[in-house]
């Protein structure tokens, strides 16, 4: 193992996820104990060029394991898609003496890094945090288990009023560009239909689907569906849809935006990202850049960028079988 690398820097970019706090200090602590200097940047690419940096040690992040969000604030960057931007970015980075970065975030922030890395030739390495685990080389990302749980318990709490009036409600989940997030959560809280932007079901097939839910007995449902879904213009343009086609159905809707991304992480988003954040120190310190830290098979694994960011991942068909089979 070859160690180049003594001072390295962490930040988040892009949409928090619960969970970043979580791997912020575990390569903050992984950092002290292999005896290398660790420096925060604050609000992503945009700290970056400004300079706000903090120097942090293992006691710098007490208490933040359990905390949503991130510490460390978290901005979108113009100014870092141009030449003249990164270029103050790097000279912020060798004015302090910094060898290296960890970015944790998604598909845009690897994109900076990977770009960052190819005209500076500086050493980079991605943790992925969002909440939408659209990332390729990777099974989970850092939040996706905290937003999906999120997600069914407010289901959970829908149903009790749904069933108590007899109503019909669309809950429109995250999910722009894939449906992760609405088909986990609805299967694992029991939903009538689910509708994501994989698959194109079409209006008649969603009134056949409530239909049939009305015939054997339903007294009311629970439609699940992810912002990115094709087959209306927005969620309130299916309730207009169906109440003018089905108008035995008293149909409310229910939007959770960004409480999604709220609430303390999970165990499970705790322990991935503090498995994700010791890689992360150990790969940069054994030559390697340009890589994110994936998990496969409860194995962690290293991917290239350029591999993660090419194209989003795609949903998991066994799951769809399942989901039909149980709303049946």
């Given at each position: 193992?070859?160690?180049?690398?003594?001072?390295?820097a962490?930040?988040?970019?892009?949409?928090?996820?619960p969970?970043?706090?979580?791997a912020?200090?575990?390569?903050v602590r992984?950092?002290?104990?292999?005896?290398?200097e660790?420096?925060?940047?604050y609000?992503?690419y945009q700290?970056?060029?400004?300079?706000?940096?903090k120097?942090?040690?293992?006691?710098?992040?007490?208490?933040?394991?359990?905390?949503?969000?991130?510490?460390?604030?978290s901005?979108r960057c113009?100014?870092?898609r141009?030449k003249?931007?990164?270029?103050?970015?790097?000279?912020?980075?060798?004015a302090?003496?910094?060898?290296?970065?960890?970015?944790i975030?998604?598909?845009?922030?690897?994109a900076?890094?990977?770009?960052?890395?190819?005209?500076?030739d500086?050493p980079v390495?991605g943790?992925p945090?969002?909440?939408?685990?659209d990332?390729?080389?990777?099974?989970f990302?850092?939040?996706?288990?905290?937003?999906?749980?999120?997600v069914?318990?407010a289901?959970?709490?829908?149903?009790?009023t749904?069933?108590?009036h007899?109503?019909?409600?669309f809950?429109?989940?995250?999910?722009?560009?894939v449906?992760?997030?609405?088909?986990?959560?609805?299967?694992g809280?029991?939903?009538?239909?689910?509708?994501?932007?994989e698959?194109?079901?079409?209006l008649?097939r969603?009134?056949?689907?409530?239909?049939?839910s009305?015939k054997?007995?339903?007294?009311?449902?629970i439609?699940?569906?992810?912002?990115?879904?094709?087959?209306?213009?927005?969620?309130?343009?299916?309730?207009e849809y169906v109440?003018?086609?089905?108008p035995?159905?008293?149909?409310?809707v229910?939007?959770?935006g960004?409480?999604?991304?709220g609430?303390?992480?999970?165990?499970?988003?705790?322990?991935?990202?503090?498995r994700?954040?010791?890689?992360a120190?150990e790969?940069l310190i054994?030559g390697?850049t340009?890589?994110m830290?994936?998990?496969r098979?409860?194995k962690?694994v290293?991917v290239?960028?350029?591999e993660?960011i090419?194209?989003?991942t795609?949903?998991?068909?066994?799951?769809?079988?399942?989901?039909?089979?149980?709303?049946?």
């Open positions: 193992m070859t160690n180049k690398i003594k001072k390295i962490v930040f988040t970019s892009g949409g928090d996820s969970g970043m706090n979580a912020i200090r575990s390569v992984t950092c002290a104990f292999l005896k290398l660790c420096v925060a940047i609000r992503g700290g970056m060029i400004d300079g706000d940096f120097n942090m040690d293992a006691r710098s992040v007490n208490n933040i394991i359990n905390k949503g969000g991130t510490v460390l604030k901005a113009e100014d870092f141009t003249e931007g990164r270029q103050k970015a790097y000279d912020q980075l060798r302090n003496n910094i060898d290296a970065f960890v970015v975030g998604g598909n845009g922030s690897f900076g890094a990977q770009l960052f890395n190819e005209e500076f500086f390495m943790i945090g969002t909440i939408d685990n990332i390729i080389g990777t099974s990302t850092i939040g996706f288990d905290t937003a999906i749980n999120t069914v318990e289901i959970d709490k829908i149903r009790d749904a069933s108590s007899n109503r019909l409600f809950v429109e989940v995250m999910g722009r560009d449906g992760h997030i609405a088909l986990n959560a609805g299967v809280a029991g939903a009538e239909e689910i509708l994501i932007p698959q194109n079901l079409g008649e969603l009134l056949d689907s409530l239909k049939r009305k054997s007995g339903k007294s009311s449902s439609v699940i569906v992810a912002e990115g879904d094709k087959i209306g213009k927005n969620v309130f343009q299916l309730k109440e003018e086609h089905l035995i159905y008293d149909v409310r229910s939007v959770l960004h409480m999604q991304r609430g303390n992480p999970t165990c499970f988003d705790r322990v991935l990202a503090s994700m954040g010791v890689r120190v790969a054994e390697k340009n890589y830290v994936g998990v098979d409860t962690l290293l290239p960028i350029s993660a090419k194209e989003h795609k949903i998991n068909t066994e799951l769809i079988k399942v989901s039909d089979i149980m709303t049946t």
